[in-house]
């Protein structure tokens, strides 16, 4: 029943934008941690951006800063990855995660063991 649900993938050229969703179902987001990760073929999953509990802490892979944005909507029940500038090698299928280890602490997650709940991962290809 509590599960992620993803939306907003798909194929743009390089220097596009697209904003990646996650809506929870079956519960709140409210106080837990939030992770976005991606995985290429053949490559490990890696960890894009991350956000605490109480959204007072963001951190973000260096690959990715200051193109992507991690944020939620209380209101919405939904996290998102904003994504601009986008280059081919962001091509990877992203996954959101949340983990209830946020009510306990208020940091970053950022290893996949720690998240509880993962969406079930939409495709993102960047090419010309």
């Known amino acids: 029943q509590r599960r992620l649900v993803q939306a907003g993938g798909g194929l743009v050229q390089p220097g596009e934008s697209l904003r990646l969703s996650c809506a929870a179902s079956g519960f709140t987001l409210e106080g837990y941690a939030i992770g976005w990760f991606r995985q290429a073929p053949g490559k490990e999953r890696e960890g894009v951006s991350f956000v605490s509990s109480s959204n007072e802490t963001t951190v973000y892979a260096e690959s990715v800063r200051g193109r992507f944005t991690i944020s939620r909507d209380s209101a919405k029940n939904t996290a998102y990855l904003q994504m601009n500038s986008l280059k081919p090698e962001d091509t990877a299928v992203y996954y959101c995660?949340?983990?209830?280890?946020?009510?306990?602490?208020?940091?970053?997650?950022?290893?996949?063991?720690?998240?509880?709940?993962w969406g079930q991962g939409t495709q993102v290809t960047v090419s010309s």
């Open positions: 995660a949340a983990s209830f280890r946020g009510f306990a602490v208020d940091v970053v997650l950022v290893l996949p063991y720690e998240y509880d709940y």
